[in-house]
């Protein structure tokens, strides 16, 4: 389970606040993730980048942004503009896109009060 | 954009039967197609994985089927254990593409 791991493992924000959730991996992976899990709805995607300042939009990029400054670190930042940010976040990260297993984090409870 | 249904969305069965969860896919370039069980409060992990120049791949008690030309893909899991009761999500992806994931299977193995 090591090698790639999200902090703070539970959040709470106040509405209106933004937040930024962290991830980082020390496989040396090119690839990054984020989704979000909600029940009944599976892992929807939010970003991922393939490589170093490179990132693209996922399914659901609305209210969220990132940034990949570095191989190791994917952090996540959940703006005031995401209309319901409450979930289960997780992190991934991949050899690459071509098709290989992806290496989930622990995951970030996100409670928005 | 590529589109993963998957069925069931609950799974009881008996301790020692057999459980297949099946998924369909849209993008006819989908050619990764992998298998991620989560147990409770844990983090997703691959239990197996096939690619599309393969129509089958088996591990122990673990086995995925490919059909490329109806475009869909099932695992199966035989001689169930308490410890198979997870959460399953199948997944698609074509090439230098992100992967897309089923809404996912609870899967209860009742002793």
């Known amino acids: 389970d090591g090698g790639i791991t999200q902090s703070p493992k539970y959040l709470f924000r106040k509405e209106g606040q933004n937040v930024t959730l962290s991830c980082e991996q020390n496989?040396?992976?090119?690839?990054m993730y984020w989704y979000r899990q909600d029940p009944g709805q599976g892992l929807r995607l939010i970003y991922y980048?393939?490589?170093?300042?490179?990132?693209q939009k996922g399914d659901i990029a609305e209210g969220y942004s990132v940034s990949r400054e570095k191989k190791e670190s994917f952090p996540l930042t959940v703006t005031s503009a995401q209309k319901n940010p409450t979930a289960f976040y997780l992190c991934?990260?991949?050899?690459?896109?071509?098709?290989?297993?992806?290496?989930f984090g622990p995951g970030t409870r996100l409670t928005v009060l | 954009g590529e589109n993963v249904e998957q069925h069931p969305s609950t799974l009881s069965v008996q301790e020692g039967d057999s459980a297949v969860i099946k998924c369909t896919y849209s993008d006819s370039a989908s050619n990764y197609f992998p298998w991620y069980k989560q147990e409770l409060g844990k983090r997703p992990q691959l239990i197996i994985d096939?690619?599309?120049?393969?129509g089958e791949k088996k591990d122990q008690r673990i086995a995925v089927t490919l059909n490329k030309t109806a475009k869909h893909f099932s695992l199966h899991i035989t001689e169930t254990q308490p410890e198979d009761s997870a959460v399953y999500f199948c997944?698609?992806?074509?090439?230098?593409?992100?992967?897309?994931f089923g809404i996912g299977t609870k899967l209860q193995v009742i002793p």
């Open positions: 997944a698609a992806s074509a090439g230098y593409q992100k992967v897309t």
């Open positions: 991934a990260s991949s050899q690459g896109l071509a098709g290989g297993e992806q290496f």
């Open positions: 496989l040396n992976h090119d690839a």
């Open positions: 980048s393939q490589i170093v300042n490179d990132f």
């Open positions: 096939i690619r599309s120049n393969v």
